[in-house]
């Protein structure tokens, strides 16, 4: 049974999101899904305080009724802001595991999986159509420039970048890496996961695996025509991603003429005050920002990276892309729309010292 969260304490009508690693911003609910067209959907709900209890595996539908009896406990008026329409949303389950606070969030037109305590949006399902206009449709435009063979994904989720890969490429193998069961488990019940893991008409299928994306078992005989990593934990990009050498290791668990794409985070302007050469990337004609993983990536792989930060307003979330910059028109011309204008925005990585 879905549950409407109560909305006594904080009125939905000034929910507050901000992109992860990006610039706070502000939207009424019922410019919602107008806005994650235009920007990054992963970003941040605010809800009430919810009570997300404990969950041991397959037990899902217990602790579903137990939240909705505890919301029905509370002062529950409408959902929907006064004045707006069709804006009401519903939590359809809400988890604790031993990785993730697991908040399954649902509204007219889309499914959102929040983790972690900042309600950070990792995952979603869109009721009618096939984009999110996101960086997760770029993660799908990587098949057309690397060789034939299995894409994994470093960071599976609820499973939208796998969605859009098997749409768009339905005789791929895709394998799969989360560590945490339980949000797997999650996603089979409320993002279609399961249905991906089954083969599709022409063949292809994802393969789903519980563990630590960056472990060495983390491979295929063979290796990889493509890697997609898209790795945070509470709200931040793992600190292992910022190191050259999680990089070169995970170079090594490619086929040859393979690529990395990489869901970088934000923008940040830190520098380094230990006397190293500080790397920077030109972003515009007028400003220099400085984003910790990118650096690691072109130090990793010098000469051979690309990047691209995401084109929404509101957002600074950056793509990077190993291995010399592709034939921007071949490419582009291999995908559909909107991929095909997305694609000719990489551009070479170029550093500063």
């Not at 859009?164 to 193998?173: D, E, G, M, S, Y």
């Not at 515009?284 to 051979?304: E, M, R």
């Not at 990047?307 to 592709?326: I, V």
Request: charge should be negative; glycine fraction near 8%; hydrophobic fraction near 40%.
């Amino acid at each position: 049974m879905a549950t409407t969260i109560a909305v006594a304490t904080r009125p939905l009508s000034s929910l507050g999101v901000e992109p992860r690693g990006g610039n706070k911003f502000r939207r009424r609910f019922h410019a919602f899904e107008a806005m994650r067209r235009k920007s990054r959907p992963r970003v941040r709900f605010s809800l009430p305080s919810l009570s997300c209890p404990p969950r041991a595996l397959h037990d899902a539908r217990d602790a579903r009724d137990a939240q909705a009896e505890a919301a029905e406990t509370e002062n529950s008026p409408s959902a929907t802001p006064e004045g707006d329409d069709d804006s009401s949303y519903s939590v359809l389950t809400c988890m604790t595991s031993q990785h993730n606070n697991i908040v399954v969030v649902d509204t007219p037109k889309s499914r959102f999986l929040l983790l972690d305590s900042s309600h950070n949006i990792h995952s979603m399902l869109s009721k009618d159509q096939i984009w999110t206009g996101s960086y997760w449709d770029e993660f799908a435009s990587l098949p057309a420039i690397v060789p034939q063979g299995p894409i994994a994904i470093l960071g599976l989720g609820g499973g939208t970048a796998a969605h859009l890969l098997l749409k768009l490429w339905p005789t791929l193998h895709v394998e799969g890496w989360e560590i945490d069961e339980i949000l797997i488990d999650m996603a089979r019940e409320y993002f279609g996961l399961s249905e991906l893991e089954k083969s599709t008409q022409a063949g292809g299928s994802l393969s789903v695996h519980i563990g630590d994306a960056l472990s060495e078992s983390a491979t295929v005989q063979g290796g990889f025509a493509g890697i997609i990593v898209d790795l945070f934990s509470d709200g931040k990009i793992l600190p292992q991603l910022k190191e050259v050498e999680t990089w070169l290791e995970i170079e090594r668990k490619l086929m040859p003429h393979g690529r990395i794409m990489v869901n970088c985070g934000g923008a940040h302007s830190e520098v380094s005050g230990s006397g190293d050469k500080t790397v920077e990337m030109i972003l515009s004609t007028d400003s220099w920002v400085q984003n910790s993983t990118i650096k690691a990536l072109c130090k990793a792989f010098p000469g051979k990276l690309s990047w691209k930060r995401m084109a929404e307003k509101d957002s600074n979330n950056y793509l990077a892309l190993t291995g010399p910059l592709p034939d921007l028109d071949a490419w582009s011309a291999a995908l559909p729309s909107p991929l095909s204008l997305n694609v000719r925005q990489w551009r070479p990585c170029e550093l500063a010292c």
